[in-house]
């Protein structure tokens, strides 16, 4: 089948405009989140098998031309990659992205938060899964709770805003902290995002019971902060709205991909570390634009093998289908 190229657009054979790109700057991390990577004998890519930032500006600017609006620059933990500011830098000159955003564990974003304002980042999303300290450090076997509270208030300092705070939730683990993350976002104003756990662990671990729904996660904010609904941000927005009926500052998201599928309104494709296009989070094939790239493909040929990607790109994911198979990389090597 021939690319589908409009004016502009990137689509899949599914109808989907395709606007939004995770790029993974490195697999490494810091972290040992459990729901995310094994604590041990995680073998990190070599740095020629990563893509450079030259590479990665190159090909970012080609997925614009393209119709892509949104960019995300994620990890592992991509505030550990050498040159990032820079990095975030020459993004930000590309005319054509209107969101620039990053997701980060924040350990390092007291140091970061004002460099990456000034570069051109226009907000972040922290991942902080615990408010205790002990269950912060058993979750990401790191004590750096602290840490990570004191990249939130840089990140607010130098308008990394709106801040959205992610919260993957897991039964027995966290889920007594639903309603003080709702808490914690009132005091400060921030989005609360809780995120339903998924079959992307490193250890091999998740289990159906693990998952807390969408659902409940509603109903139990709910009852303590009566919610009201607000529009979607855009049609392919993964999470649920909602506002704080007593009109108190700060929203919440609730993102359930196990329980509540949004495929359907997809607008995602994810570019990893070393180079590798990703249609979809649970994809099993990926596209090797790494090595296209390096053995001297031109313009069009880049072009025409993204489209082609995109066009295989997946009707939706198949965790809740007996025969789902999850993908080899864990997350922390995708890109969330
Ligand atoms: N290191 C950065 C961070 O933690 O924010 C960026 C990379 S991390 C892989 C991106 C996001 O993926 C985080 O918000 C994390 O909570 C989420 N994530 C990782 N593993 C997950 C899983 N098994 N289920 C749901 N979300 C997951
Ligand atoms: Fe690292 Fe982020 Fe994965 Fe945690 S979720 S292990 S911080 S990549």
Redesign the pocket.
């Known amino acids: 089948m021939l690319p589908i190229l409009g004016q502009n657009s990137l689509k899949d054979s599914y109808g989907r405009a395709i606007r939004d790109l995770r790029i993974s700057i490195t697999d490494r991390?810091n972290?040992?989140?459990i729901y995310?990577?094994p604590e041990t004998g995680v073998k990190w890519k070599q740095k020629s098998e990563i893509l450079s930032y030259e590479e990665l500006t190159f090909l970012t600017e080609v997925f614009v031309s393209l119709g892509i609006t949104k960019i995300r620059v994620t990890?592992?933990?991509p505030l550990l990659r050498r040159g990032v500011v820079r990095f975030i830098e020459s993004l930000a000159k590309i005319p054509g992205i209107e969101d620039l955003a990053m997701t980060t564990?924040a350990y390092f974003l007291p140091e970061f938060a004002e460099k990456l304002s000034k570069a051109g980042l226009k907000r972040v999303s922290i991942?902080i899964d615990s408010l205790r300290p002990r269950s912060f450090e058993l979750l990401?076997k790191v004590n750096a709770l602290d840490r990570v509270l004191a990249g939130i208030e840089a990140a607010r300092k130098y308008n990394l805003t709106p801040i959205k705070v992610n919260m993957v939730v897991m039964r027995g683990i966290n889920d007594l902290e639903i309603v003080d993350f709702a808490t914690f976002a009132r005091k400060y104003g921030l989005v609360a995002r809780y995120i339903e756990y998924m079959p992307l662990d490193g250890p091999g671990e998740w289990r159906r019971e693990m998952v807390v729904s969408g659902k409940e996660i509603y109903e139990q904010i709910n009852e303590h902060y009566p919610l009201v609904p607000l529009h979607p941000n855009h049609k392919s927005e993964t999470a649920r709205r909602y506002g704080f009926a007593d009109g108190t500052a700060g929203e919440i998201g609730i993102i359930a991909p196990v329980t509540e599928p949004f495929c359907g309104a997809c607008s995602r494709i994810r570019l990893t570390a070393d180079g590798q296009i990703r249609t979809c989070l649970f994809s099993l094939n990926e596209h090797n634009l790494r090595d296209l790239l390096r053995n001297g493909a031109n313009r069009t040929d880049i072009v025409d093998f993204i489209a082609e990607a995109v066009l295989k790109k997946e009707a939706g994911h198949r965790i809740n289908e007996p025969d789902f198979i999850p993908p080899e990389r864990t997350?922390?090597c995708i890109g969330g």
């Open positions: 991390c972290f040992r989140c995310c990577m990890g592992g933990e564990n991942s990401t997350m922390s």
